[in-house]
Every structure is written in structure tokens, then in C-alpha cells.
């Protein structure tokens, strides 16, 4: 039988998770945070609390702030683009607020922009609705403090939270027709769903192939994935998930021409593809050939 202290932790679980995932971006690692508030709850939090919440957000900030000393200097070292590790979700699922990890990956990449204090204020209060009380005890910073902090952070960060809503069936169209497109390495098909201003960014982490720098434009990534397919120990293949939830974008888990297992999302406006995000790291996708069935064609 689990305990009521338990329980309790348990309603707040993936609020905490959310909220470190996008301290540090790696789901695994924001696991590994939870589980060290979970042991501290239970050891150290103080009886009567009146916002638990807020006690274990202030909990997991603080660790996160710890490992993000070390996971900076890991990133000044990483070879080619870094993107967050991708979180896989099926289609459909309707969470409340604070159960969300739709973390768009444009919000991520703005965020390696920032101090981790001001990671952390942004987060808490533009993500979580934190109050300046609330934060300042977090980071034991005065309220004025975190207020200019978070003007910094915003002035940063810019408009990359706006997300531009896809209709369900419009979403799965395009990325079906997107891996169709790149698995046969037909550059018109692609160019035709792709805006003209389209990038690509790839992580392979320099354990797998992938673009070290962002590609620009439809007619470039259109000859990229075209030339992959021409190379002689290129193999199409119908392996994917079908459209799934990445980050909260559309997208999908498959293996690419050459057998490798990679995870995309793709932001999506106005009825074309505006970014790509391939995520190629074998580190970042434990656990995601789970989606992948022996063959499907779509």
C-alpha cells in the first residue's frame, strides 16, 4: 500500500519532471532529479507545508542549478548542433498544465541562451505561473532580482513560445508524407511540403552521422535528402511509428536510409514545414524503438 506522503509526491511527479527536463533538457536526467526530491520529501520536507508544490519546485530548481555546472561544460565539448532529448508521446493525449513536457524545441534551443538563473526564473514563472515570493525563495535572490532577471530572460528568449496550432489531421498528412518524402529522396515531394525558409538541425552527438550546421532553405534540404538517397549503401525502408507526439510537435520515430534509429519533430505553419529536428544521438533515444513496429508502410 502506498503511503499518504507518497501519494502525495506522486500528484506532483510530473510537474517536477516537466520542470526539470526543461532546466537541463534530458528527460533521463530530469528523472534522476526527481527521484533525489522524492528521497528529500521524505527525509527532509517540513510538516504542514501549505504549498507542497512550491516546496518541491524550490527542491528541484536548486538541484538542477547543481548539475547544470557540469552539464554546461559537457556542452562546450559537444560535437556539431546539440537539441534536447527528444520526449515521444502518442497522439491525442489531453494533459492538465502541469502534467505537460510538450517542450517545443525552439523554446529549448532559446533557453541554452540564458544564465541558469535566469533559466530558472523564466521556467518557474512564464512556464509554471510561480509567484516572485515563490521564486526569490527558490534561489534565494531578492524579489527585485528575479524581476530583472526574468527582463533579461524575456528579451532572450523573444517569441520563440508561440506555437501555432495544427489541425490533427493536417499534422498526420504532413509528417506521413514528409518520412515518405525523405525515405525516397524525392527533392520535388519534399521542396513542396517544406516553407522556403525552412531549416534542418541534426544531433547525432558525433556517435552518428547528422549536419553539423543548420541547413537553410527548402531548395538545400531538398538536395540534402535527395544526395543521401543516391549514395549507394542507402536502403528506403517503410520502418516508422506512424505520426507520434514530439515535444508537443508533430512528428515521428523511425529508421533513416541507412538504419539508424532517429526521432524528428517538425513545427508546422500555415500548411508547410517550417523547421526539422532531427534527433540522431543513440544517448537521447533510449527506449524509442519501443515505437517502432517490425513494418509499417504509410
Not at 237 to 265: E, K, M, R, Y
Request: aromatic share 8%; proline share 6%; net charge negative.
Amino acid at each position: 500500500m502506498v503511503d499518504a506522503s507518497t501519494a502525495e509526491f506522486e500528484q506532483h511527479r510530473r510537474f517536477l519532471t516537466g520542470l526539470a527536463y526543461r532546466m537541463l533538457g534530458s528527460l533521463a536526467d530530469a528523472q534522476d532529479i526527481v527521484q533525489d526530491a522524492f528521497l528529500r520529501w521524505h527525509d527532509a520536507a517540513p510538516s504542514g507545508l501549505s504549498s507542497p508544490r512550491a516546496w518541491l519546485g524550490k527542491i528541484v530548481t536548486r538541484l538542477c542549478l547543481d548539475t547544470m555546472k557540469s552539464a554546461r561544460a559537457r556542452r562546450e565539448t559537444y560535437v556539431g548542433q546539440w537539441l534536447p532529448e527528444p520526449v515521444i508521446e502518442p497522439i491525442g493525449l489531453a494533459p492538465a498544465v502541469d502534467d505537460r513536457i510538450d517542450a517545443p524545441v525552439a523554446l529549448m534551443l532559446a533557453l541554452e541562451r540564458l544564465s541558469p538563473l535566469e533559466r530558472a526564473v523564466f521556467i518557474l514563472h512564464e512556464l509554471f505561473d510561480f509567484g516572485f515570493t515563490e521564486i526569490a525563495d527558490a534561489l534565494e535572490r531578492s524579489e527585485a532580482a528575479c524581476r530583472q532577471l526574468l527582463a533579461r530572460a524575456r528579451a532572450h528568449v523573444g517569441d520563440t513560445r508561440q506555437r501555432f496550432d495544427v489541425d490533427a489531421a493536417e499534422a498526420a498528412r504532413l509528417t506521413t508524407a514528409f518520412f515518405v518524402a525523405t525515405n525516397s529522396g524525392d527533392a520535388t515531394a519534399l521542396k513542396d511540403l517544406l516553407a522556403d525558409a525552412a531549416r534542418l538541425h541534426g544531433d547525432g552527438g558525433g556517435k552518428r552521422p547528422a549536419t553539423l550546421n543548420i541547413i537553410y532553405g527548402a531548395e538545400k534540404i531538398g538536395r540534402f535528402f535527395a544526395g543521401l538517397a543516391q549514395k549507394p549503401e542507402a536502403h528506403p525502408t517503410p520502418v516508422w511509428s506512424g505520426p507520434l507526439s514530439i515535444n508537443g510537435l508533430p512528428g515521428f520515430v523511425a529508421l533513416d536510409l541507412f538504419g539508424t534509429i532517429q526521432a524528428v519533430a517538425l513545427e508546422i505553419e500555415a500548411g508547410r514545414i517550417t523547421a526539422i529536428y532531427s534527433m540522431r544521438n543513440p544517448d537521447k533515444l533510449i527506449g524509442a524503438e519501443a515505437y517502432l513496429p517490425a513494418t509499417v508502410s504509410p
